[in-house]
């Protein structure tokens, strides 16, 4: 199983774990979250899903300058391309603020609430 494979099955298995139905997420364009690219805002997309993580900036174990180089982008693939544990999807969990439009996803199993 590749690494995005198995990437889909954690998420997957994480978000089956709700029992607490949510409201629908907000949907943002990549140009919408282009603009929040700086250390006091900064959004990032991962899997699809997007993360406001500007309170983790400082918290984060890599810094906040690894963050920044993907701030308001996609992050999917750098995300993917360093080792993060189960605890590290938990916590970009709350971060979640939204989803991209549809037409502008890369994966087919963004699980909307």
């Known amino acids: 199983m590749d690494f995005i494979s198995a990437l889909n099955n954690l998420q997957n298995r994480l978000f089956s774990l709700k029992t607490v139905q949510l409201p629908k997420r907000k949907q943002f364009t990549l140009k919408d979250i282009s603009a929040h690219c700086m250390e ?7 899997k699809d899903l997007v993360y406001d993580v500007t309170e983790f900036m400082r918290e984060h174990p890599g810094g906040s300058d690894i963050m ?7 992050a999917t693939m750098a995300f993917a391309d360093k ?31």
């Open 68 to 74: 920044l180089e993907y701030a308001g982008t996609d």
């Open 40 to 46: 006091n805002d900064c959004w990032m997309v991962i």
């Open 83 to 113: 080792p993060h544990s189960l605890d590290a999807w938990m916590i970009l969990e709350k971060y979640i603020i939204g989803e991209l439009v549809p037409e502008e996803r890369m994966f087919d199993n963004v699980i909307s609430t």
